[in-house]
């Protein structure tokens, strides 16, 4: 079964540093780019930044830019997520999921880990 | 960056009504539009791919149309299911964006 599975919410505080990670099964992890998109409380969804096959190309949000880094380990088929310098508007259902080329479309989401940043 | 508008916000409609829902691209992005449905507490589901492409598994009572800048989503007769919020994304070139997302309410 093909699956994405989110892990390393929390509460963290304003100025914390989070890592989500991301576990694939499934797929082949190492042939896709991959996604993280995330959700605020009662709000709309939001790309946050993707990654290439081979993590030689990333791209990101500009609300995160210098502050979150998006990576992978295709060998042990997971993507992250390091958060540095968190604020509170960056509380989130984040999800992890898979895109498809070259329609770029994303068919697999996991099912999302929360966090929370407050005092 | 391509900025996405997308509309109603949300609508109230009844069970075997036609609903539609728009997103208009601030330049052409070609067809690389894609719909998704997300339930509250669910993660979202891809329904439509390239503007008008069914994803394998979607009832054939959604479909998606459009080009360029204008592009529709329709569920030709809405079922009790289909209750939920719909976002168009743009994934024409990165950073990818969604739309505000249409709420599809009970009348």
């Known amino acids: 079964e093909v699956q994405l599975v989110e892990s390393g919410g929390g509460l963290v505080q304003p100025g914390g540093s989070l890592r989500l990670s991301c576990a694939a099964s499934?797929?082949?992890?190492?042939?896709?780019?991959m996604n993280w998109v995330r959700q605020a409380p009662g709000k709309g969804l939001e790309w946050v930044a993707n990654?290439?096959?081979?993590?030689?190309?990333?791209y990101y949000v500009d609300s995160v830019k210098g502050r979150f880094t998006v990576s992978r380990d295709n060998a042990k088929n997971s993507l992250y997520l390091q958060m540095n310098g968190l604020r509170a508007e960056d509380t989130a259902v984040y999800y992890c999921?898979?895109?498809?080329?070259?329609?770029?479309?994303?068919?697999?989401w996991g099912k999302g880990t929360t966090v929370t940043v407050s005092s | 960056d391509i900025q996405m508008t997308q509309s109603p916000s949300s609508l109230s409609a009844s069970v075997g009504d036609r609903v539609t829902i728009t997103c208009r691209a601030s330049?052409?992005?070609?067809?690389?539009l894609n719909w998704y449905q997300q339930k509250p507490g669910k993660a979202p589901k891809l329904l439509i791919y390239?503007?008008?492409t069914l994803q394998s598994g979607v009832p054939s009572r959604f479909s998606g149309s459009g080009s360029g800048t204008d592009f529709t989503l329709t569920i030709s007769s809405l079922q009790p299911e289909d209750f939920a919020t719909y976002y168009c994304?743009?994934?024409?070139?990165?950073?990818?964006?969604f739309g505000q997302g249409t709420k599809v309410e009970i009348k």
């Open positions: 999921a898979r895109e498809v080329l070259p329609q770029d479309y994303m068919d697999v």
């Open positions: 499934g797929f082949t992890f190492s042939t896709f780019w």
């Open positions: 990654i290439k096959q081979d993590g030689s190309e990333k």
């Open positions: 330049q052409t992005i070609s067809s690389y």
């Open positions: 390239s503007a008008s």
């Open positions: 994304q743009l994934s024409y070139s990165n950073p990818q964006t």
